[in-house]
C-alpha cells in the first residue's frame, strides 16, 4: 500500500477542484495538511449547562432544551429575517433567534428536544442569540469547531477529515523515538491525532496537543540547529577598517556608555571573519537606532550592503527618516523599499542593490525574500516582531548569504526563552537612557471620568502639544475597524470639535498611512486616533499626551511600548489607562504599568502575575511556520523539546538510523520550508 499522507488534496473522495480550491485557502493542499488542520475549539457536550448558572460568563456553552415554541418569522429589511422560539432548559425559559437561517428554522417543531450552543444573556429573560442548533439524536460528544472559509463550514471539514483518517491510519508512524516519548510521557502520534480531532474527553485533548506541540518543536529546533551550525562553519563580511567612530563624531547628540559598548561589541564581531549573531536589547527610548546606523555605516565603508527590516511598513518609514537623518552629509546611498513604492522606484531600486551601488535599504521583512538580488549583502538588521531572526538569518545562509544579523527588540526575553530560540546568540544591552528623560506619569481612570481626561487631554492640545488615543482591537477585522472609525467620527465631532484629527489603522494602504503619520510628525494633526500599529517606532518629540482605551487587553509589555510614543521629547508625558475591569488581576498588572517606567521591571512583573504563556500580548509573528506549537505559550515545552533533539543528536548526529528516518525527513522539509522563506 502506498502512503498517501504526502498526497494532493484531490485524492480524497469528495474533492474536486472547487473543494480543493476552498482548503488551499485554509492553507491545506495535501492529506497530510489536512490532517494538521487542527481544530481551533470544541464543543464539549458531554457537560451541559443551564441558563441561570452560565448567563453573561461571556463563554459558548451547550444547552440541552426542549422547544416550547415553534419559531415565528419577522423580517425586519430587505435580506434580513429574524426567527424566535421559546425554549426551556427544564428550569428555566430563554428566548432563543436565528437570523436568516430559514432551513434550520423550519426544522424546528415544539415539543422536540435539541441542543443548543453558544452564549446567554440576560436582558429581562435569558436570550440566545445565533445559537448553533445541534440535533439531540446526534452521537459525538464532544465535536471538532475547524477553521472555515466561505463555501466550506466547520462540518464539511470534519467530514473530510474523518475520511482523510480512515485512509491515513496505517501511515501515522511515529516519528518520535519510543524511549524518548517514555522519557517526556508522549503519546503516540497516532492517537494524538485521532484525539485532536474527535476527543473522547476533553482531557485527553490536552495530552494530544502537547504531543504534537512536542513534534513540531522538536523537528524546528533540529532544523534551526543545522542551519546554526552552517552558519558558524560560514565566514562573515569581514570589515577590516572600523569605521564607527566616524559616524558617531557625526551625531547631533553624545552616546550613552551603553550605545558605546554596543557599538563597539558589534564592530569587534564584524571584523572577526564570523558570522555575528547577536541581539541588540534596549527599552523604548534608549537609542537602538542609533547603534544600528553605525554598524551599517561601517558595513558600508568596507564594502558591505544592509538591510534593515522593520515590522511594518510604517514603521520602515520612520526607519528611513531616522537613518537619513543620523547619515546626513555622508556619502552612503540609502534607499526605502515597501509596497508603496511605485514600480519604476521599484526596478530602480533593485538594480542599485544588485549591481552594489545602493548601500543601505530599509523596508519590511520583504526586502530578503528571494528575488530580490543584492550585491554584497553583508549585514541585516532586524526591529522589533522579528525577534526570531535566527530563522531569517538561515533563510539567508541558506541562499549563500553570510551576513551578520543584527537583532534589536525593545521587549526583554527570558534568558532561557532566548536561548532556546537563538541558540547561541550574543547579547548586547542598552540598559541606559540618554539624559534629560522624563518618566511618563502614568494613571488608570474607569470610563465614567473619560470625559474628564478628554479635557485634560485638549489642554495639552491647547497648549501646542499632540496626543495619541490607542484603540485595543483584538482584530483588525471589518466590525472592530468600524468600531475604531465609529469612535474616531464621535470624537472628531463631539469631544474635539475645532481640532485636528487623524486615524490609522492596520487596514489602511500605504500611502495613506504614510500620508497620516507625516501629518502627525509634522505637527499638521494634533491628536492621533489609533490602533496598536503605533506601537514601536513612531517618533514625535511634541507627543506629551496617549491615552489608551481598554487597558486591560494588552500585554503590559506592550503598554510599555506604546507609553513609550510619549515623552520623546524634553517635555512632561502623560499617560491614561481607561480600564473597567473589575479583576484583581487587572488592577495589578495596570498598577505596575503605572508605578514605573522600567521595561524590564515590567517584564518581570507580568511574567510573575500571568505566567510566561502571555507574556509579549497579543500579536502574530507570521514567519514561524508552525500549525499548533507558539513559541511564547509553550515555552516549558521549547526547553524540553529542545533537550529531547539534543539527546537525539548526541546518539545520532545526522540521524542516520533506520528509526530515524521519519524525523530526518521531517527535518529536511522544515528546512526546505526556511529555504524558500
Ligand atoms: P529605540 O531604542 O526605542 O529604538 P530610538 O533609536 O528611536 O530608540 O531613539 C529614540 C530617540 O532618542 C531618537 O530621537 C534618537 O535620535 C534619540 N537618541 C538616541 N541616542 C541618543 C543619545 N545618546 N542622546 C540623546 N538622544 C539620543
Ligand atoms: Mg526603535
Request: with cysteine.
Amino acid at each position: 500500500m502506498d502512503n498517501i499522507i504526502g498526497n494532493d488534496i484531490t485524492y480524497l473522495h469528495g474533492v474536486g477542484p472547487k473543494k480543493a480550491a476552498l482548503l488551499n485557502r485554509l492553507g491545506v493542499y495535501t492529506v497530510g495538511d489536512l490532517l494538521r488542520l487542527y481544530p481551533r475549539s470544541y464543543i464539549d457536550l458531554t457537560n451541559k449547562s443551564t441558563f441561570a448558572k452560565t448567563a453573561d460568563d461571556g463563554a459558548k456553552h451547550a444547552y440541552s432544551v426542549i422547544i416550547l415554541t415553534d419559531p415565528s418569522k419577522s423580517i425586519i429589511r430587505k435580506n434580513l429575517t429574524l426567527f424566535k422560539f421559546r425554549v426551556t432548559d427544564g428550569q428555566d425559559d430563554a428566548l432563543a433567534t436565528i437570523y436568516n437561517d430559514r432551513y434550520t428554522a423550519m426544522k424546528l417543531h415544539r415539543g422536540e428536544s435539541c441542543i443548543l450552543y453558544g452564549r446567554v444573556q440576560y436582558k429581562k429573560g435569558f436570550i440566545m442569540q445565533s445559537p448553533q442548533i445541534i440535533d439531540a439524536g446526534d452521537a459525538s460528544q464532544i465535536r471538532p469547531v475547524y477553521p472555515q472559509t466561505a463555501g466550506l463550514s466547520s462540518k464539511a471539514v470534519e467530514r473530510l477529515v474523518r475520511s482523510a483518517l480512515t485512509e491515513c491510519r496505517p501511515f501515522l508512524t511515529d516519528i518520535i523515538p519510543l524511549r524518548i516519548r517514555m522519557e517526556y510521557g508522549l503519546c503516540s502520534y497516532q492517537s494524538a491525532i485521532e484525539e485532536i480531532h474527535f476527543p473522547k474527553a476533553m482531557q485527553s485533548v490536552a495530552k494530544a496537543s502537547n504531543r504534537l506541540i512536542f513534534e513540531e518543536l522538536m523537528i524546528w529546533q533540529i532544523a534551526m540547529g543545522a542551519l546554526k551550525t552552517r552558519i558558524k562553519t560560514e565566514t562573515g563580511a569581514v570589515c577590516r577598517q572600523d569605521f564607527t567612530p566616524e559616524i558617531i563624531s557625526r551625531f547631533s547628540f553624545e552616546l550613552t556608555n551603553a550605545q558605546k559598548r554596543a557599538v563597539k561589541q558589534i564592530s569587534d564581531d564584524m571584523s572577526s571573519g564570523k558570522c555575528m549573531n547577536r541581539l541588540l536589547q534596549g527599552d523604548v527610548g534608549s537609542g537602538k537606532t542609533a547603534v544600528a546606523v553605525a554598524a551599517a555605516y561601517n558595513a558600508a565603508k568596507n564594502g558591505f550592503q544592509t538591510a534593515l527590516m522593520a515590522p511594518t511598513e510604517l514603521l520602515a518609514v520612520q526607519h528611513y527618516n531616522t537613518v537619513a537623518g543620523l547619515l546626513e552629509k555622508t556619502d552612503i546611498s540609502l534607499e526605502l523599499l515597501t509596497g508603496g513604492t511605485t514600480e519604476a522606484n521599484r526596478r530602480r531600486i533593485y538594480a542599485g542593490l544588485a549591481d552594489g551601488s545602493t548601500d543601505i535599504v530599509v523596508g519590511t521583512h520583504a526586502l530578503i525574500s528571494k528575488g530580490v538580488e543584492f550585491n554584497n549583502l553583508g549585514l541585516v538588521i532586524t526591529d522589533e516582531q522579528h525577534r526570531f531572526g535566527v530563522a531569517q538569518r538561515g533563510a539567508l545562509a541558506a541562499r549563500g548569504h553570510s551576513a551578520h544579523l543584527l537583532a534589536m527588540s525593545a521587549t526583554p526575553i527570558p534568558r532561557t526563552l532566548a536561548l532556546t530560540v537563538y541558540g547561541d546568540l550574543d547579547l548586547s544591552v542598552l540598559d541606559e537612557l540618554p539624559e534629560g528623560r522624563q518618566k511618563v506619569e502614568t494613571y488608570r481612570i474607569d470610563s465614567s471620568k473619560r470625559i474628564r481626561a478628554f479635557n485634560y487631554i485638549k489642554k495639552h492640545l491647547d497648549e501646542g502639544g499632540q496626543g495619541y488615543i490607542v484603540c485595543a482591537l483584538v482584530e483588525e477585522n471589518d466590525s472592530q475597524l468600524l468600531a475604531a472609525t465609529e469612535y474616531f467620527e464621535r470624537l472628531r465631532e463631539k469631544y474635539f470639535a475645532g481640532y485636528s484629527l487623524g486615524l490609522l489603522h492596520g487596514r489602511m494602504r500605504p500611502a495613506q498611512k504614510e500620508q497620516v503619520m507625516s501629518d502627525f510628525a509634522a505637527g499638521k494633526i494634533q491628536l492621533l486616533i489609533s490602533t496598536t500599529v503605533i506601537e514601536v517606532g513612531m517618533d514625535v518629540p511634541d507627543a506629551v499626551i496617549m491615552m489608551i482605551e481598554n487597558a486591560e487587553r494588552f500585554g503590559l509589555s506592550q503598554l510599555h511600548q506604546l507609553r513609550g510614543r510619549v515623552g520623546r521629547g524634553t517635555r512632561k508625558s502623560t499617560c491614561i489607562l481607561v480600564s473597567d475591569s473589575r479583576s484583581e488581576l487587572t488592577t495589578k498588572r495596570l498598577n505596575a504599568v503605572c508605578r514605573t517606567n522600567d521595561g524590564f521591571e515590567i517584564a518581570a512583573e507580568d511574567l510573575k502575575l500571568r505566567g510566561p504563556g502571555d507574556f509579549f500580548g497579543v500579536h502574530q509573528h507570521g514567519f514561524l511556520p508552525f500549525s499548533i506549537a507558539d513559541i511564547e505559550r509553550d515555552i516549558k515545552t521549547v526547553e524540553l523539546s529542545h533537550e529531547a533533539a539534543e539527546l537525539l543528536l548526541s546518539e545520532d548526529p545526522a540521524l542516520i538510523r533506520s528509526e530515524h528516518r521519519g524525523m530526518r525527513d521531517a527535518v529536511e522539509r522544515a528546512m526546505k520550508r526556511f529555504e524558500s522563506a
